[in-house]
C-alpha cells in the first residue's frame, strides 16, 4: 500500500507509522498551512438543521488536528447545500460538493473522499446521531497505533444502540448476520455508518465497489482483499434532534441488493436483477387483471391482453423508478416522459421476445426452452434501453425531475 503524508504534531522529524508517514513542519509554516490530516465525509440530504452544529463540536473535539468536513449534499430542497456553503465562507475547512442528478448514500461518500487529498478519512452522518467526541480517539489508533480501519460500534464494549426500540434493534442485529455471506471480517459492526480509515483502504478497493444503497463499510469489508488491522471504538447511538429520519422501507430493498452484488455482481449487474425481479411481479400483477377483466369485466381475450398489458407496463415503470434506478428517479413531466420511452421500448421488446421464441422453436428446441429464450432477450432488451433511455443520467432527461 501507498504511503500517505500527515504531519507531525511536535514538528520533529518523519516516522513511518504503517503506510502513514510523519513529516515535520518546514521553517515559517504555520500551523493553518500545514496539510489536511484528515477529512470528515458527511453524506447530507436535508439536513439544514443539523450541519451548523455538526461544524461546531468538529471544531471542539479535532483540536490540535489538520482537519476538512467535506459535506456531500444530494441537492437537498431545503437549502443544506447554501448553508454549507454559508459555512465555508467563514471557515475554510468546510468544504461543500452539491450533486445534482445523482443520489445515493454510499456515493456520495465515495465522491467525498476523493475530492479530498487527506490521508485519512472519516465517515459519519449530518444527523447528530454518531458521537463525534470519539473521533479524536479513532484518529490516534490510526495514526499512532497502525490501524487500517476503525469502526464505531454499537455491538462491543460500551457501545449501545441507544434508545432503539426492540423492533429497530432486532431488524439491525439480523442484518449483522446476513451480512456474514459477503464478508469475512471480525467486526462486531459492519453496518455501522461511523468508521475511520486511511487512504490506502479506499484506494485498495475503490474500483470494485457497488455503491449501492447506504451501508458504505460493509460495501469495503466485503470489497478489499488484502488483510486489515481494524479496530473498534464504542459508541452510543444517539437520537436525532432535528430533521427527519431517511429510514424507510427503501433501505431493507438496499441492503438486499448490496448482498445480491457482492455475491452474483462479478456475473450479473446487481441492477438487472431488481429489473428482472420487478418484470416477475408484473407478470404475476398481469395475470391477476386479465383474469378479472375476462371474468367480471366480460371483455374479449384482445381486449383484456391490452389492457393488461398496458397496465403491467405502467406497473413496471412505477416500481422500477422507485427501486431499481431510484438513484435516477424521474418525477413530474420526467415521470410521464419516462413512461413513454419505456413503453416503447418493451412494446419493442415484445416483439424481439416473439421472434426469438419462433426461431427457437422453428430450429428444433422445446417450446418451454424456446418461450424461455424469448423471454430473457427480451428482458435483456428492455433493460438496455430504459437504462439507456429511460433512466439515462444526462442533464436533459433530469430536467423534468
Known amino acids: 500500500m501507498r504511503p500517505e503524508i500527515i504531519v507531525a504534531e511536535d514538528g520533529r522529524s518523519a516516522a513511518l507509522l504503517g503506510s502513514v508517514e510523519r513529516v515535520p513542519l518546514s521553517i515559517g509554516e504555520s500551523r493553518a498551512d500545514r496539510p489536511v490530516e484528515l477529512v470528515v465525509v458527511v453524506p447530507t440530504y436535508c439536513e439544514r438543521d443539523n450541519i451548523v452544529e455538526l461544524a461546531q463540536r468538529l471544531r471542539r473535539v479535532l483540536a490540535g488536528i489538520q482537519w476538512e468536513l467535506m459535506l456531500v449534499d444530494d441537492d ?19 468544504r461543500c460538493i452539491q450533486r445534482v442528478g445523482r443520489r445515493g448514500l454510499s456515493s456520495a461518500c465515495i465522491e467525498g473522499m476523493l ?9 459519519m452522518d449530518a444527523d447528530l446521531q454518531h458521537d463525534e467526541t470519539r473521533l479524536p480517539a479513532m484518529f490516534r489508533r490510526i495514526r499512532d497505533e497502525s490501524a487500517d480501519l476503525v469502526i464505531a460500534t454499537r455491538y462491543a464494549g460500551t457501545g449501545s444502540t441507544g434508545s432503539w426500540d426492540a423492533t429497530r434493534a432486532d431488524m439491525s442485529r439480523a442484518a449483522t448476520r446476513l451480512s456474514r455471506f459477503v464478508h469475512e471480517q471480525d467486526v462486531s459492526d459492519p453496518m455501522s455508518g461511523f468508521f475511520m480509515m486511511k487512504r490506502s483502504v479506499l484506494e485498495a478497493s475503490l474500483r470494485n465497489l457497488s455503491a449501492v444503497g447506504f451501508k458504505l463499510l460493509l460495501d469495503i469489508l466485503a470489497t478489499v482483499k488484502e488483510p486489515l488491522v481494524i479496530q473498534e471504538e464504542p459508541y452510543t447511538f ?17 441492503f438486499g441488493m448490496l448482498l445480491l452484488d457482492k455475491l452474483v455482481g462479478r456475473y ?11 418484470g416477475g411481479a408484473g407478470v404475476v400483477v398481469h395475470m391477476a387483471i386479465i383474469s378479472m377483466l375476462l371474468l367480471y369485466g366480460r371483455l374479449s381475450f384482445p381486449t383484456a391482453q391490452i389492457a393488461a398489458s398496458t397496465s ?11 427501486l431499481t434506478y431510484r438513484d435516477r428517479r424521474r418525477r413530474k413531466l420526467g415521470w410521464l416522459t419516462g ?3 419505456f413503453m416503447a421500448a418493451c412494446s419493442l421488446g415484445a416483439f424481439i421476445n416473439v421472434v426469438i421464441a419462433n426461431s427457437f422453436f422453428a430450429n428444433g428446441a422445446p417450446w418451454m426452452i424456446a418461450s424461455l429464450a424469448g423471454i430473457l432477450i427480451g428482458a435483456m432488451w428492455n ?11 444526462a442533464g436533459a432527461a433530469r430536467r423534468g425531475v
Not at 115 to 123: E, K
Not at 269 to 278: D, N, Q, T
Not at 314 to 319: M, P, R
Not at 383 to 393: D, I, L
Open 115 to 123: 475530492a479530498s487529498a487527506a490521508p485519512i478519512i472519516a465517515v
Open 238 to 254: 444517539r437520537n436525532r434532534t432535528a430533521g427527519e429520519s431517511k429510514l424507510d422501507s427503501h433501505v431493507l430493498w438496499d
Open 383 to 393: 433493460f438496455a434501453v430504459a437504462s439507456q433511455f429511460t433512466w439515462k443520467r
Open 76 to 94: 437537498s430542497p431545503d437549502g443544506t447545500a447554501d448553508v454549507a456553503r454559508s459555512l465555508s465562507r467563514t471557515d475554510r475547512r468546510v
Open 312 to 322: 403491467t407496463m405502467v406497473f413496471n415503470y412505477s416500481v422500477n423508478n422507485v
Open 339 to 341: 413512461l413513454a420511452s
Open 268 to 278: 450479473v449487474p446487481v441492477r438487472f436483477i431488481a429489473f428482472a425481479l420487478v
